[in-house]
Structure formats: structure tokens, C-alpha cells
């Protein structure tokens, strides 16, 4: 089970009580974490584009009181105008992890820069450790379980790992509870 480093108050869905889930992003296959990318929002260009409109309304702001222009003009509505007409091919990502957002398919999940995978919201859940204090209150995914012990943890469904290297957790439909997949226990044969 662990130890809840977020006390019940960190990462944890407060209206369903699950917990967020926390799985590296080489558990899953390729293909999964390239949709994640391909369609999901990067994260650090976004806030490089807040950054750059903040400076750029300050500039204006500050144009337009030097020649007493700030009484009709908004320097939020220029700066906005101005990154929305801007070219960004100069932007360069700060790292070889880049985050992302990505929310489609009834899941919320964001990739973070140390190459995690964050489950914030999902159509399934599991049962899940929680993690170390690195992510305090999170259920960690690679060591889901069936114990029912352990808390209920947002998880991706089995089709985001491959044969090679298969779900390692039960997946359970949250809005009925029903169990969907289970991984097969190594070493058991079917008869």
C-alpha cells in the first residue's frame, strides 16, 4: 500500500476520490506515446508563448502611457494580437522530454520531464501503491495490483501497452466497476 506523502489532498480526483496514476512512458508502447505527442498540447511551448505575450504587454503598456495612449487601447488585446500573428519556428523545446496535455478518449493524462506519464483522469481504474513522495498521493501503475487494499487508481487501458510488454494491472470500468483485463500471472498455464 505505502504511504499517502499527499495526505489525501494531492493528486487525487476530489469529486470520484481516485487517485492519479503514475506510470514511466517506456511501459507503454511507442505508438501510444507518440499519440500523445501528436495530439496532445505541449505543455512548455505554451507557457513560452505566456511568457512572451507577458513581456510584450509590459513593452506596450509602457509605449502607450509614455504617449498617453493607454486610455483606449488594451496592451493585453495587442500583445495577444501579436502572438496569435506570430511565427515560431525559432522555438526550441527545453529538453528532450517536453511535456504535454493530452485529453481525448475519456482520458486527461500529462507527460512530465523526467519522462512520466500522469493519469488525471481515465474511463478505467486500478488498484495501485502509491507512489514515493515524488508524487505524493499518486497511485505508481507499474506495480498495480488486484488488492483492493491498495487505492483506486486512474489508469490507462491495456491497448496502450504492447505484447512484448503487456499491462502489468487489472483495468476495471469505473463508472460499473467491472474488471475489463487482467494481466496473466507469469509462470500460469491455460489448460
Known amino acids: 500500500m505505502?504511504?499517502?506523502?499527499?495526505?489525501?489532498?494531492?493528486n487525487i480526483d476530489q469529486?470520484?476520490?481516485?487517485r492519479f496514476g503514475v506510470i514511466p512512458?517506456?511501459?507503454?508502447?511507442p505508438e501510444a506515446v507518440s499519440d500523445i505527442e501528436s495530439d496532445g498540447d505541449d505543455i512548455d511551448f505554451e507557457e513560452h508563448k505566456r511568457s512572451v505575450?507577458?513581456?510584450?504587454?509590459?513593452?506596450?503598456?509602457?509605449?502607450?502611457a509614455e504617449y498617453n495612449y493607454s486610455d483606449n487601447n488594451s496592451s493585453e488585446d495587442m500583445a495577444n494580437d501579436i502572438v496569435d500573428s506570430m511565427e515560431w519556428g525559432g522555438y526550441e523545446s527545453r529538453g528532450d522530454c517536453t511535456r504535454y496535455e493530452y485529453e481525448a478518449d475519456g482520458y486527461n493524462l500529462q507527460t512530465t520531464s523526467d519522462?512520466?506519464?500522469?493519469?488525471?483522469?481515465?474511463?478505467y481504474f486500478t488498484y495501485a501503491p502509491f507512489c514515493s513522495p515524488c508524487a505524493p498521493g499518486a497511485g505508481y501503475l507499474r506495480s498495480?495490483?488486484?488488492?483492493?487494499?491498495?487505492?483506486?487508481?486512474y489508469c490507462l487501458a491495456?491497448?496502450?501497452?504492447?505484447?512484448?510488454?503487456?499491462?502489468p494491472y487489472p483495468v476495471y470500468l469505473v463508472e460499473t466497476g467491472e474488471l475489463l483485463y487482467s494481466p496473466a500471472v507469469v509462470g500460469e498455464t491455460s489448460e
Open 158 to 167: 491495456a491497448d496502450w501497452f504492447s505484447d512484448d510488454s503487456p499491462c
Open 2 to 10: 505505502g504511504i499517502d506523502y499527499g495526505m489525501g489532498l494531492a
Open 53 to 64: 505575450q507577458a513581456s510584450l504587454e509590459r513593452a506596450i503598456e509602457e509605449v502607450l
Open 15 to 18: 469529486a470520484t476520490g481516485i
Open 144 to 153: 498495480g495490483s488486484d488488492d483492493e487494499a491498495d487505492p483506486k487508481t
Open 25 to 29: 512512458q517506456n511501459d507503454l508502447m
Open 115 to 123: 519522462g512520466d506519464v500522469f493519469v488525471k483522469g481515465s474511463l
